[in-house]
């Protein structure tokens, strides 16, 4: 059964700084692995997505990687905002569903 | 990426009572699915909606309790049945891009608070 773990739970920086949140699963036998942000009481914004093939994807300030053999993924934040402030949600995607991690809560004080 | 509506954003009902709420996506898409969120946890699925076929749930979740429609291709309603306080979450449908390679995209929810 496929669980996905995501350290730390909270984080709180300063502006500016550059952070890195993880994500662990279980099982590699992923089709692929999804980052989602989540503003409080608000639905899903997808992030990235790492096709299981690739090593990471970037989008402006952010970069994730995908390592399946030691199954982690991880989202680096660089240059952090104020407006980066909200949940960070990894997904796997297995055979038909995903499987959602815990999520990191991240404040980015001003 | 598919654009989703979802509606209602919130509400708040009384225990006993039913809310159904609606997704409507601006493509055709094989598969809906259903995700609960209570507070303070991540995503649960409830089940997957075929259209033209009977929803498929995830355990713990009955149909009974978690009635869903598909009567197109664009279009889903998740009804909550005889609700009870344990039953207010985010609930939010998710559709897989109809392009390849580009993920799921989720509605924006709807916050539910059963009183």
């Known amino acids: 059964k496929q669980e996905v773990t995501q350290i730390p739970a909270a984080l709180s920086v300063p502006e500016g700084e550059n952070l890195v949140l993880n994500c662990s699963f279980t099982d590699s036998a992923i089709y692929n692995l999804q980052w989602f942000r989540q503003d409080p009481g608000k639905g899903l914004t997808s992030l990235l997505l790492i096709q299981s093939s690739q090593r990471e994807q970037t989008s402006g300030r952010l970069n994730a990687s995908l390592d399946k053999s030691s199954g982690r993924s991880t989202l680096y934040i660089a240059a952090s905002q104020p407006g980066d402030s909200a949940t960070y949600l990894c997904?796997?995607?297995?055979?038909?569903?995903?499987?959602f991690g815990t999520g990191t809560r991240l404040k980015v004080l001003a | 990426s598919a654009v989703i509506s979802q509606k209602p954003s919130r509400d708040i009902c009384q225990r006993g009572t039913s809310l159904t709420i609606q997704c409507q996506v601006d493509?055709?898409?094989?598969?809906m699915f259903w995700y609960r969120q209570q507070p303070g946890q991540s995503l649960t699925l409830i089940a997957t909606?075929?259209?033209?076929?009977?929803?498929?749930?995830e355990s713990g979740f009955v149909i009974d309790k978690f009635p869903i429609s598909r009567p197109n291709l664009t279009f889903s309603t998740l009804t909550v049945s005889n609700m009870s306080p344990e039953d207010s979450s985010i609930y939010l449908c998710?559709?897989?891009?109809?392009?390849?390679?580009?993920?799921?995209?989720f509605g924006s929810g709807t916050r539910l608070t059963v009183v």
């Open positions: 909606a075929n259209q033209g076929s009977e929803a498929t749930y």
């Open positions: 997904a796997v995607l297995g055979t038909y569903k995903y499987i």
């Open positions: 493509s055709q898409v094989t598969m």
């Open positions: 998710s559709v897989e891009s109809p392009r390849d390679r580009e993920g799921y995209t």
